[in-house]
């Protein structure tokens, strides 16, 4: 019975653990909850080590080491919220470890997020604010209301598709550029350096950098790299379907 609960144990930190990657969190965050959610359960010995693709979690010499892949990464603040409140309730012994790996089980299986028509609303909506924000002219907000909306829609559906991030960023770029240089040669647009910059900001990487910074500052190099990298390539992606429409 005793190894049955550590077993079960160990599936609920490695679940919190992937649900909180898979979201977006810091690696410094999840590698500190799993390790608070072990020491309530009187595993002093617990060990974890996170990275962006995978996760190693030891108790010590007394159970093998468990391995858990981080197939894929997305934004997701709400679902990280939920893994922490779960691992507050946990250490403060408000529930049990049973309830606590049932409420993250709910949380895996759970989509969050809005649908699809209201985020691609909120990129468009972003996008004219952020023009405005660069200063750009008010005549140009609805371009950039269609190629931010457009953009998101292409960079859901394509990665959908074919799971392959950069190349559905890439498309996205292309769509944007596309609609900018359209808007301004047929008169719809007049800064088109604005409208450019103002649709893209909703695929820009933010989250993604801001936690390569701040792994790195708290010593995780390996993880701090590895999304420092990713964050590059997406960036790249946008350029380089940017730049391409831009040359002809």
């Known amino acids: 019975m005793d190894n049955e609960h550590t077993e079960m144990a160990i ?23 799993m390790l608070r959610m072990a020491r309530s359960q009187n595993m002093m010995d617990a060990q974890s080590y996170v990275t962006p693709t995978g ?56 989509n969050y997020f809005l649908p699809i028509a209201i985020q691609v609303l909120a990129a468009s909506i972003a996008s004219g604010a952020f023009l405005l924000l660069f200063k750009g002219t008010v005549s140009d ?17 394509i990665h959908n598709m074919t799971r ?11 769509a944007i550029g ?16 604005k409208i450019i910059i103002g649709s893209v900001m909703p695929l820009v990487p933010g ?3 801001t936690n390569a910074v701040r792994d790195m500052m708290a010593g995780h190099f390996t993880a701090g790299m590895a999304k420092g990298a990713e964050a590059f390539l997406t960036a790249f992606a946008i350029g380089s379907g940017i730049a391409l429409v831009l040359s002809f």
């Open 207 to 209: 989250l993604l950098i």
């Open 178 to 193: 596309v609609v900018a240089s359209f808007a301004v040669y047929y008169g719809y647009g007049t800064e088109i350096d």
């Open 141 to 157: 907000i609805p371009a950039a209301f269609i190629a931010g909306g457009l953009g998101l829609y292409i960079v859901t559906i």
């Open 11 to 33: 599936d609920c930190f490695l679940l919190a653990g992937r649900i909180m990657i898979e979201s977006g969190a810091e690696t410094y965050r999840v590698e500190d909850t």
């Open 55 to 110: 996760i190693i979690f030891s108790l010590g010499k007394t159970q093998p080491t468990r391995i858990t892949s981080i197939p894929t990464r997305i934004t997701d603040l709400h679902r990280i919220a939920l893994v922490n409140n779960v691992s507050r309730k946990l250490t403060s012994h408000l529930i049990s470890i049973e309830q606590a790996y049932e409420e993250l089980k709910k949380i895996e299986k759970t």
């Open 164 to 174: 392959v991030k950069f190349f559905s960023e890439f498309l996205a770029a292309v």
